[in-house]
């Protein structure tokens, strides 16, 4: 029984020091212990880490393996202490990056190598499954299958009969398969032919193994996938399907995904509905299981319907919304689970207004929403995305049914601190643990809200109460232009059709220099979207015109500016739209429209609004052509010399042009603009 | 409702029953999967020489499964570990749960051996951060340290921990994860097929009145009930 000096005879630094003494028996007894104490035990792992352990045990492989080289012989203790360091270095590797980085870095990746041919099959049997664990992991050193021994080598590898050395050539072209090349060169050396039959006649984690394998050499490859099922008389793909309905978990979980890179590169494939319907209702039973395959089928269900109305709907008919809840009820999920089920039910929403029906119906939402304090990043934007597409539903965004307490205020926690870089946006609340996440999660929590924002009923003051809208503002100062954009969709969207009281705060909120700043701002997503917010805060209200106007026109001034040089049609529709809106107003706003429209001209000699008449997209000249009825507006007094200054500029003659245009909004506005113009005396 | 099952009487049973046809070799595979799955390998090898049938399984591989399993019963937790890791080393790092349970046998062996500074010290360094990453580790945890803080353990809330059962739990828990790694079946042929039997029995039940078994050690038919 260990006694207490006993327990401080195993510490760290004491075994390392044991490792490098001489007697070959002290030497295996402390490769054993280090292995004993790191296998399983992730921190232990760091600790031996950080003393150096790794090099240590990666020099005695590569003297021991000299001394194999040199003698021509493998005596017992040589081979035990081959057998332990490798063992000890697979474990660093197992499942643990940094080990993974320091086993390379030590150089013993090629002495692994060179065990996988030792006699002694307990030596090749470590070496190869040491190489595995290295394989395992994105770190892993890229294998170049184009080079043709490596090719040989592989071909060896699969034919082996142990499992550890085929699993070891599984493994490398899971890990390294990369590109189209490489995928065509592995079936044209018949590796394909190879896995297949392991699926068959392989024990069950080469079969497992084969199946990772394949769909690896399958993605995104219609070619090699025909060229491997394209032969087959009867049922192709049969020896794949087979196993989606195997006794093993992981192996259905493995098929099905094996299935879904096949029908996602090759649509025609897997046309039956009857098979389809299998795999949605094994991913979904899949979720029953408490190990990783349950974390991972929800992730292999989105990859399945992700864009596909059809199989959302297979699935809706499945339910999968139910069960996808049923799980998420259950509370305590491993975060990837978590992650993977909300990201599922986020996919089941994208499209289809049913499948946002049922969610809502089933209350999924305030599962949703508790979801956005979680402690996990991934957890938190998963929910957001699904926030995200559920609220795409206009029928419940109407009813006012998402501007709520219990989801606005958690979605507005989560904005990002907008005076931090991307590495440094915080988790507001005061956890012990802050987390920092990335860029990805601050717009998904923008996406979020903005539709939210969208909302028809009298609710919006919520969002103020709660300091969203200032924090918004704040947003759109933000350095990172993405988090800028999506700030100001969500500000175009909550202004419109809000109340004047609102607008107002808005505006008073972003000052008028923020605003036009942001009109001339280099991103032009980002330009965009301050056009449209000035379309939607100016629309509606004769007395919110007056806001482009203020210190001194700025916005207006911006706005003509920026129409001047605009890089992309939607720039010019929500410009045009803006300067539409505001040539809805009186007669001074009418004259300070049409002065933006000439100004910029300079030594060109044609306005932009002539190239907009022009432009190819429907909606662009659509608001042009509405902005021109409003200036020559027959009511108001100054239209005749606006008329003029329209003619005089070839305006008018390019609009007579486009009587017959192809697009019906254009061609009713263009005939109001003629209608007008002749009642003015006009040819 | 109403009409009353159908009767089948133990003769006209017996004598369908004479008509199926069973192979000797279906039935020695599944005495001789019995016997390794649960790891009997003097009795395995003994059957293989008498009967002649192979095990699907290579017997020497059983000796060391079960020299694990008989480790954990024993309460020699760090030797099974030990032995576990030279048979496979990807068994505990790959089955956090399982290393777990074994690390939380070794604690609670400590406790039962009085050793309380040693047991304090590696649950401190051993289990609490594997409690850190996981919440029904914390919890299983918890439990076992909470064995310290009674006089009498035998009476105590947790106290089956100290149990013989507790043992044999880790202990089968190691041996399934050992066959599974073989890539051997976890459980035995034999009792599926029983409960095949009854199921299949209990379906019969609602049609027709047959002559059943109901104690499956004697396989006795019993008249049916009218």
Known sequence: MPSATAVNKHRPSELLSRLASDDPEVKVRALREVKNQIIGNPTKKLSFLKLGAVPAVAGILADSIDEVTNNNNCNSNTSNILVQSAAALGSFACGFDAGVQAVLDAGAFPNLLRLLANPNEKVADAGARALRMIYQSKLAPKYDFLQQKNMEFLISLLNSEKENVSGLGASIITRSCETSLEQKALFDAGILRKLNSLLGGGSLSQRDASLESLATIFRNNPEVISKFAGPEIGRPLSSIIDLVKDRHPRTRLLACMCLIVIRNASPHFLQDIGIKSKIIHILLELLDDPSQVGDEAPFAFSSLIAQKEDLQKLALEANAIDKLYHHLKKGSLHPRRYEGILLALADMCSKLESCRSKFLSLQVLNLVADALTDHNAGVRTAACVCLKNVTRSIKNLSAGYFMNEIIVIPLVQLFPDPSTSVQGFRWQEKSERPDTFPLLDAVAALGAVSNIMVDFTTRKSIFVQCGGMKQLVQLAKSMESAVRSNALWALKNFVFQADNRLKEGVFSELTASLLSSLISDPEPSVQEQALALVRNLVDGCINLIELVFAEDGLILGAIGRQLQCASKAEIGIQGMYALCNVASGNEFHKEAVIQQLFTQMGDKNQSFVIKFLQSNDCQLRTATVWTIVNLTCPSSPGAPGRLEKLRNAGIISQIKNMVNDPCVDVKLRVRTVLGQSMAFGDN | ?226
């Not at chain 2, 099974?80 to 749960?97: C, F, G, R, S, Y």
């Open chain 2, 1 to 226: 409702m109403g009409s009353s099952k159908k009767v089948i009487t133990r003769e006209e049973w017996e004598k369908r029953l004479n008509d199926v046809k069973i192979r000797k070799e279906d039935m020695n595979k599944l005495v001789m999967n019995f016997l390794v799955t649960e790891g009997y390998v003097e009795a395995a090898e003994k059957f293989r020489m008498e009967s002649g049938t192979e095990p699907d399984i290579d017997l020497t591989t059983i000796s060391d499964r079960m020299a694990v399993k008989k480790a954990v019963q024993c309460g020699n937790v760090e030797d099974a570990i030990e032995k576990v890791n030279d048979l496979n080393p990807e068994i505990l790092d790959t089955n956090p749960q399982l290393f777990f349970h074994l690390q939380q046998q070794r604690l609670i062996e400590l406790i039962r051996n009085g050793k309380i500074e040693e047991a304090l010290e590696f649950a401190q360094e051993e289990l609490a951060p594997r409690g850190e990453e996981n919440q029904s580790f914390l919890e299983e945890l918890e439990r076992t340290v909470s064995l310290l803080a009674f006089e009498d353990v035998s009476n105590c809330p947790v106290g089956e921990l100290l149990d013989i059962s507790q043992r044999l739990k880790t202990a089968s828990e190691v041996n399934a994860a050992i066959l599974t790694s073989q890539n051997h079946e976890k459980d035995p042929k034999l009792p599926s097929l029983l409960k095949m039997l009854i199921w299949a029995q209990n379906q019969l039940d609602e049609k027709v009145a047959f002559p059943r078994i109901n104690d499956l050690s004697k396989a006795t038919l019993e008249d049916p009930t009218v």
